[in-house]
Every structure is written in structure tokens, then in C-alpha cells.
């Protein structure tokens, strides 16, 4: 493969990859809009769920999901509205808030889960194991080299 194909596939990921969140968070609107929940709102309760161990900081969420501070704020706010999370103070430093989600979010998550299911196989529809674990691969690596780029951003 010659430096300009390498080129070539580089720029059709990077497009593809925008594209495919614009239409996956299209797609995931649609299928939310009934549960009153955007698809950024359900992105945080997932976060939420599965990345950490103990009820994080909103600056710790804000990191994980790539986004800022007042916009995992305000998402935050909504879902407390709806009674899916709660703003809960930490017991070491009363300065520190941190998120929780409530026991409803486990409702939540029982109403949707088929059609998570359903939204997930027709998505991965066709695709390889082999190649899951290739675009994983290469995903997690991207990630790295944001999260890279974005510190030597602050550090300069």
C-alpha cells in the first residue's frame, strides 16, 4: 500500500466516523424520543453505569465522555428533572459534587433495553468478529492520540 492509499483510508475514517455519529445520534433520537431522553442525556447515564466504580465528579464525566464541564452540567440537570440522577455531595469534601443515578434509571434501562438490543445487532449487522476487534483496536488508539493531543494543547 502506497502513501497515498494509506491517505485515502485516513481521510475516509475520519469522515466515516463523523458521519456515523451524526447518524447514530440521529437514529438513537428517534428511538428515545418516547422516553422524553436525548441521545447525549442516555450517552451520560451510560457513562455513568459502566465507567466508574463509585459516583464521579462532574469534571471526572466530563472527561470520559470528551465534552466540557457546563455541558455534562446541563445534561445532568435534565436527568434530575426526570428523577434519573441525583447531584449528591461528597462525604470527604463538600466542595466536590459528585453524580449518581437513581434507582428509577434501572427502570429505565428495563423499558429500553430491546430496543437497545435491536438498535445494537442491526447496527453490527454483518460484522466480522475479527474485524470488531480490528475497528476496536483502531478506535481505542484514535481516543489515545485525542487524549493525547488535547494535553499538549493545555500543557502549551
Do not use: C
Amino acid at each position: 500500500m502506497s502513501i497515498f492509499d494509506s491517505m485515502k483510508d485516513q481521510k475516509f475514517v475520519f469522515g466515516s466516523v463523523l458521519v456515523i455519529a451524526n447518524r447514530m445520534d440521529t437514529l438513537l433520537e428517534r428511538e428515545l424520543k418516547e422516553y422524553d431522553v436525548t441521545a447525549k442525556q442516555w450517552l451520560l447515564t451510560a457513562v455513568l453505569a459502566n465507567s466508574f466504580d463509585q459516583p464521579p465528579t462532574i469534571k471526572e464525566v466530563a472527561r470520559e465522555m470528551g465534552s466540557s464541564h457546563q455541558n455534562v452540567k446541563q445534561l445532568a440537570l435534565k436527568l434530575e428533572q426526570k428523577g434519573l440522577l441525583v447531584f449528591e455531595k461528597d462525604k470527604k469534601d463538600a466542595r466536590v459534587t459528585r453524580l449518581k443515578l437513581t434507582n428509577q434509571i434501572y427502570e429505565f434501562s428495563q423499558l429500553t433495553q430491546s430496543k437497545a438490543t435491536s438498535f445494537t445487532q442491526a447496527l453490527f449487522k454483518g460484522i466480522e468478529t475479527e474485524d470488531m476487534s480490528k475497528g476496536r483496536a483502531m478506535l481505542q488508539k484514535m481516543l489515545s492520540n485525542l487524549t493525547e493531543m488535547d494535553q499538549t494543547e493545555r500543557d502549551e
